[in-house]
C-alpha cells in the first residue's frame, strides 16, 4: 500500500508539471494525443528541462515501479506510450535517478518513431513555406516531436554519466541525422522555438563532439565539429563561436594529425586547409573578424591560441597584422606594443621591433617594463650598430631588477657582457677596446657564477668571450662544460668546441668532436657541421677530403631544397639559411680549385653561386683573386671594388685592395694605409690586416711599429680558428 500511496504521489508531480494549475484526472477535458494539452504545456511550464546533473546517482528503482508510473499517465487519457516514457525519464533524470531513467528512455523505440518525426518536420516545413492551414491532421504535433527528440538526448546524457560514452554519442546522432534528413538546406529561423525544440537541437550540436573525445574517436570528433560548423542548425553567433573555439583547441592541442577537409565542399576560388594548424588558424582568424564586426564579445584566448598556431608554422609576421588589426580598446596599448614587438623580432625584423620597443619605454608609458627591457638588449646585444643601446637597456634592467630575481639579473648580466663585447669591436682606441673587453668578461663571469655554470646560455658567451680574446684555456674548459649540460643536444656547442680546437692548431681531435656531431645531429640540420669539418681538411691539406666533403654537403642542399620546396611559407627561415649556405659553399669550392690552380673550377662554381644569389661580395673578391693570380692587376682591382660597392666592409676586399695597390705602386702610401686600417676598424683579430700594415711601416723605415705589426699578425696568425668563432 505504502509503495502505491509513493507512486501515486510521484505521478501526482508529473501531472502538476506538465498541467501547472489544472486539476488532474479530467477526462472531459484531455485532448488528442497527437496534439495534447499536456506536450503543449509541458514546454512552457519550465525552461530547466535539458539541465546537468549535479546530484549522485542512484540505485536502480524496481522496474515494476516504473511500469505502474507509465501505466498510471497513459490511463490518465492526457498521453500516449511514447509520451508518457519520455516524460517519466525526463522526471527519473531531474530527479538524479540516471539508471531509472535510462531504463525509462530504453523503452521508446525511437527507430520506429524516427519516419513519423521526419515526415512531420519536412511537411510543418512546407506548410511555413506556403503559410497556409488547409491541411491534413499530421501525425504528431511539434510538442510531442521536441519531447521525443529530448529524450533521445537526455538518454545520451544518461549513457555519458555512465561512462558509456561511444553509445552516448551514437545516441546524440540520432537527433541530428533526423533533422538533417528532414531538413537538408537547414533550419529555417524560429524553428521548434515555441517547444524548445532548437535548444535540443543546440546542445545536441555542442554535445556530440564532447562524446567523441570522450570516447577517444578523434576521426569522428573532428567530422562532428565541421558538421556542426558547416550544416545550418540555426545557432546563434555565441554558440557557434564557442564551438570554433573548443574545435580550434581540439585541433592544435590534440596530438594528433587527422583527416584533412574535403576538398569536394569548396569552391574551386577558396582556401582549403592542408592540415590541423591551417584549419585551426582559419577559424581563429575568422573569430577575430566576428569580434572586430562586434558579432560575438571578445575573448583573449583567441589571441592565445593563434599566437601558438602561427608561431608553430613560422609565420610570426602574420600574428603582428593580426594584433595590428585589433580595435582600439580590445587589449591594453602596452600589451599591444609588447606583443607586437616580440612578433616582429620573431619575424627577424629587430629594427621594427626595436621601434615598437622603443615607444613602450618611452617615458610616457612604461620606462620600467622589465620584458621589453629585456627583449631589446637582446635585439641591440650582437648588433655592433646598436650595441651602445643594448649596454644602456641592459644596465636599465639591472637597475630596475634590484636584486629581486636572480635567474633574471644573470641573464641581465650575460646580456650586459655580450653587448660590452660587441661594442669594443668598434672601440677607436685601443685601450677604450680592452676597457669595454675588461668589462665585458667581468660581467659574463658573474652572470656565470650567480648560475653555477648550470645556464648553457649564459656558459656559451662565456666561452666565445674568453675565445675571441684569445684565452683559449679557458674557452676549451667552458666549452666541454657546455657540451656536458647539453648532453650535445646543441649544434653550437659541438661547433664553438672544434673552432677552439681548431685555433690551438688540434686539427684531427677537432674533427674527431665534428664527426661526433654529424652522428648525433639530423640530416638537415649536418649543413653547418659539414663546412667546418671541410675547412679542418684544408687546414691539414687534405684537399681532395674537402671537395667531397663540399660535394656531399651540396648534394644535402639539393635534396633539401627538392623536399621543403614546395612549402614556402612554413620553411621560409630554413630556406633562407640553406640557400645563403650553398652560395658560401660554391664559394668555398672556388677557392680551393683556385689554390690547386684549376681556374676553370673556380669559374663554374662562382657562375652557380651567382644563379642563387646575383649580388655577392664575397664573389666579386674571389673573381679578383683569381685576376690577382694570373697578374692581371687592373681586373682584379676593379673586381675588389665591386665588392666593396656591394659591402663596404667587406675585409678580404680592404685587405686585396690595399695588396694590389701596394704591388702596383702607382697609388700613394697613405690610401694603401687607408684600406688596411679600415679593415682593422671592421676586424681587429684579421692576421693578413696586421702582416699587410707591417709590410707597408718596414717599407716606409718605420721598423719599432713593423715589428709590433708582426707580432701581432704572428699571435692571432697561431691563435686563429679555421672559422670564425661567433
Not at 472531459?28 to 525552461?47: F, G, I, P, R, V
Not at 491541411?135 to 511539434?142: G, Q
Not at 656565470?448 to 684569445?470: G, K
Amino acid at each position: 500500500m505504502g509503495s502505491r500511496v509513493r507512486h501515486g504521489r510521484r505521478l501526482q508531480k508529473i501531472m502538476k508539471c506538465l498541467c501547472p494549475g489544472e486539476p488532474v484526472g479530467r477526462a472531459d477535458e484531455k485532448a488528442d494525443s497527437s496534439e495534447s494539452l499536456a506536450t503543449k504545456d509541458y514546454y512552457s511550464s519550465t525552461a530547466s528541462g535539458i539541465s546537468g546533473l549535479d546530484g549522485q546517482v542512484e540505485s536502480r528503482p524496481d522496474s515494476g515501479n516504473i511500469e505502474e508510473a507509465e501505466s498510471s499517465l497513459r490511463e490518465s487519457g492526457i498521453l500516449n506510450y511514447e509520451e508518457a516514457r519520455a516524460l517519466l525519464g525526463r522526471y527519473e533524470y531531474q530527479e538524479g535517478n540516471i539508471e531509472a531513467a535510462l531504463h525509462v528512455f530504453e523503452g521508446i523505440d525511437i527507430g520506429a518513431l524516427t519516419p513519423k518525426i521526419k515526415k512531420f518536420i519536412a511537411k510543418n516545413r512546407e506548410r511555413s513555406k506556403r503559410r497556409s492551414r488547409n491541411y491534413a491532421t499530421p501525425p504528431m504535433s511539434i510538442h510531442t516531436a521536441g519531447l521525443l527528440l529530448e529524450a533521445v538526448f537526455l538518454k545520451a546524457k544518461c549513457l555519458q554519466v555512465l561512462g558509456r560514452f561511444k553509445e552516448a554519442a551514437q545516441t546524440c546522432q540520432v537527433i541530428l541525422d533526423i533533422i538533417e534528413s528532414s531538413l537538408p538546406e537547414g533550419l529555417p529561423e524560429n524553428f521548434g522555438a515555441e517547444c524548445k525544440l532548437q535548444e535540443t537541437l543546440s546542445k545536441a550540436v555542442e554535445l556530440l563532439p564532447e562524446l567523441w573525445k570522450l570516447a577517444d574517436c578523434p576521426r569522428e570528433v573532428i567530422l562532428s565539429y565541421r558538421h556542426a560548423l558547416l550544416h545550418q542548425w540555426n545557432l546563434d553567433a555565441e554558440t557557434i563561436a564557442k564551438i570554433q573555439k573548443e574545435f580550434v583547441a581540439f585541433l592544435l592541442y590534440s596530438g594528433g594529425e587527422e583527416i584533412p577537409p574535403n576538398l569536394r565542399s569548396h569552391m574551386d576560388s577558396s582556401f582549403v586547409p592542408r592540415n590541423n594548424i591551417e584549419e585551426a588558424i582559419l577559424l581563429l582568424m575568422i573569430l577575430l573578424r566576428k569580434v572586430s564586426l562586434n558579432k560575438i564579445q571578445w575573448d583573449p584566448s583567441i589571441l592565445d591560441h593563434l599566437s601558438f598556431a602561427l608561431s608553430i608554422s613560422g609565420d610570426l609576421t602574420a600574428l603582428a597584422y593580426q594584433w595590428e588589426e585589433l580595435l582600439p580598446g580590445t587589449i591594453n596599448r602596452r600589451e599591444r606594443y609588447h606583443a607586437l614587438a616580440l612578433c616582429y623580432y620573431g619575424a627577424g625584423k629587430d629594427l621594427v621591433a626595436l621601434d615598437l620597443l622603443r615607444k613602450l619605454l618611452s617615458s610616457r608609458e612604461d620606462p620600467k617594463h622589465v620584458p621589453a627591457l629585456l627583449i631589446a638588449s637582446k635585439i641591440c646585444c650582437e648588433n655592433p650598430d646598436l650595441a651602445n643601446d643594448g649596454v644602456s637597456f641592459a644596465r636599465r634592467l639591472l637597475g630596475n631588477l634590484d636584486g629581486r630575481c636572480e635567474q633574471l639579473e644573470s641573464l641581465a648580466n650575460c646580456l650586459l657582457g655580450v653587448s660590452l663585447s660587441t661594442h669594443s669591436k668598434i672601440a677607436i682606441s685601443n685601450s677604450e677596446m680592452f676597457e669595454r673587453q675588461s668589462e665585458a668578461l667581468h660581467y659574463l663571469e658573474t652572470a656565470s657564477r650567480m648560475t653555477r655554470m648550470s645556464d648553457p646560455l649564459v656558459l656559451y658567451y662565456f666561452s666565445l668571450e674568453c675565445a675571441e680574446q684569445r684565452k683559449l684555456d679557458a674557452a676549451h674548459q667552458y666549452a666541454k662544460r657546455l657540451l656536458n649540460l647539453e648532453a650535445g643536444s646543441n649544434i653550437k656547442g659541438w661547433l664553438l668546441l672544434a673552432r677552439i680546437l681548431s685555433a690551438q692548431k688540434q686539427f684531427l681531435d677537432a674533427e674527431s668532436i665534428v664527426c661526433a656531431a654529424l652522428d648525433q645531429t639530423g640530416i638537415w640540420d649536418q649543413g653547418d657541421l659539414l663546412r667546418t669539418k671541410a675547412k679542418l681538411q684544408i687546414a691539414q691539406g687534405q684537399l681532395k677530403s674537402a671537395i667531397e666533403t663540399y660535394i656531399q654537403l651540396l648534394a644535402i642542399l639539393l635534396v633539401q631544397r627538392k623536399t621543403f620546396g614546395s612549402r614556402k611559407k612554413l620553411y621560409k627561415d630554413y630556406r633562407d639559411h640553406a640557400r645563403n649556405l650553398e652560395v658560401e659553399i660554391w664559394h668555398d669550392l672556388a677557392y680551393v680549385y683556385i689554390s690547386l690552380s684549376q681556374w676553370h673550377d673556380a669559374e663554374m662554381c662562382l657562375s652557380k653561386s651567382k644563379a642563387i644569389k646575383l649580388y655577392s661580395a664575397s664573389r666579386c673578391h674571389i673573381i679578383g683573386t683569381i685576376y690577382e693570380a694570373k697578374c692581371l692587376y687592373k681586373e682584379a682591382l676593379k673586381a675588389f671594388r665591386d665588392a666593396l660597392n656591394i659591402d663596404p666592409g667587406h675585409v678580404s676586399s680592404l685587405i686585396s685592395t690595399a695588396v694590389v695597390l701596394r704591388r702596383c705602386s702607382n697609388q700613394s702610401d697613405p690610401a694603401v694605409r687607408s684600406f688596411l686600417m679600415d679593415a682593422l676598424r671592421h676586424d681587429r683579430f684579421n692576421a693578413s690586416a696586421w702582416y699587410n700594415l707591417g709590410i707597408l711601416h718596414k717599407a716606409e723605415g718605420r721598423m719599432l711599429e713593423a715589428a709590433e705589426c708582426f707580432q701581432a699578425a704572428n699571435f692571432l696568425e697561431e691563435s686563429a680558428p679555421v672559422e670564425p668563432f661567433r
